[in-house]
């Protein structure tokens, strides 16, 4: 009987870590896509959870095509040692990141390496209004220092700064292409941020600042006209918020509580 015992539990365990050793990237995809409440997944997942590559799309529903959310395909090496709380995860994609990204810690404390992101101009519109309507269109890059992060609880706290660069933005609703290129920076502070808007060039002129706090955005800010485009961008003004008096200059506010 003792004898029959330590074999089964040695066909268990052989069977738990072929199971590990050959968890299919596949699953990996459904598991993403649960916890992103079905918004996201992984399309194509090839390889396995340790060593894999996939694309990272917008979950389609039924039997329907993934739609990719950014360029190029992801490929990820997952150290074997996270099964005893030591992360170490590298996450590599020519077309969409500058260079290979590292992720690295333990069970709730992490860095991650400094890189750039390349982003579709067009996603601004599933943030809603007022982007939903201006449908903007250009390219854009997320950059960030080397990122601390750690979770208490159930908050997420980051350590570092990242900077959204937004090149040529246009516009469906303005014939001038481009309307100009524009800079947000953010200053992590554990679950607290401070952002900073500035334009580049171009004719629209875009700045503020403001917080986010927990989750909570608060922003403060201005758009106006160069000179000589104040007749040609007044429409487009005009969907962005409430003309006011600054400095005996007419602007638009932007205000976001």
Do not use: H
């Not at 069977?15 to 409440?37: I, K, N």
């Not at 709380?85 to 590292?102: I, K």
């Not at 706290?157 to 933005?169: I, K, Y």
């Amino acid at each position: 009987m003792k004898r029959l015992v330590l074999w089964l539990l040695a066909v268990v365990g052989s069977v738990l870590a072929t199971v590990l050793v050959c968890f299919p990237a596949s699953w990996v995809a459904q598991l993403v896509e649960e916890q992103s409440g079905g918004r996201l997944t992984l399309g194509d997942a090839q390889g396995t959870l340790w060593r894999g590559s996939a694309f990272l799309g917008g979950a389609a529903s039924g039997k329907g095509a993934v739609t990719p959310l950014l360029p190029g395909r992801f490929s990820w090496k997952i150290s074997p040692l996270v099964l005893f709380g030591s992360v170490d995860l590298v996450l590599e994609n020519p077309e969409a990141l500058s260079q290979p990204v590292n992720f690295r810690g333990g069970w709730k404390q992490w860095r991650l390496s400094p890189a750039a992101l390349n982003l579709p101009a067009d996603g601004l519109a599933g943030l809603g209004a007022p982007l939903n309507t201006l449908a903007p269109s250009g390219q854009m890059r997320l950059s960030w220092t080397a990122l601390e992060l750690a979770l208490n609880g159930q908050q997420l706290a980051v350590n570092g700064r990242t900077t959204l660069e937004m090149q040529d933005m246009s516009s469906r609703l303005s014939p001038i292409r481009p309307l100009g290129s524009y800079q947000l920076a953010l200053d992590w502070q554990g679950q607290n941020a401070g952002l900073a808007l500035s334009s580049v060039k171009g004719p629209l002129l875009l700045s503020g600042s403001g917080s986010l706090n927990q989750g909570r955005l608060q922003f403060s800010g201005q758009a106006e006209a160069a000179g000589g485009y104040e007749e040609t961008l007044g429409n487009l003004l005009n969907l962005l918020g409430q003309r006011r008096m600054v400095g005996g200059k007419n602007i638009i506010a932007l205000e976001f509580r």
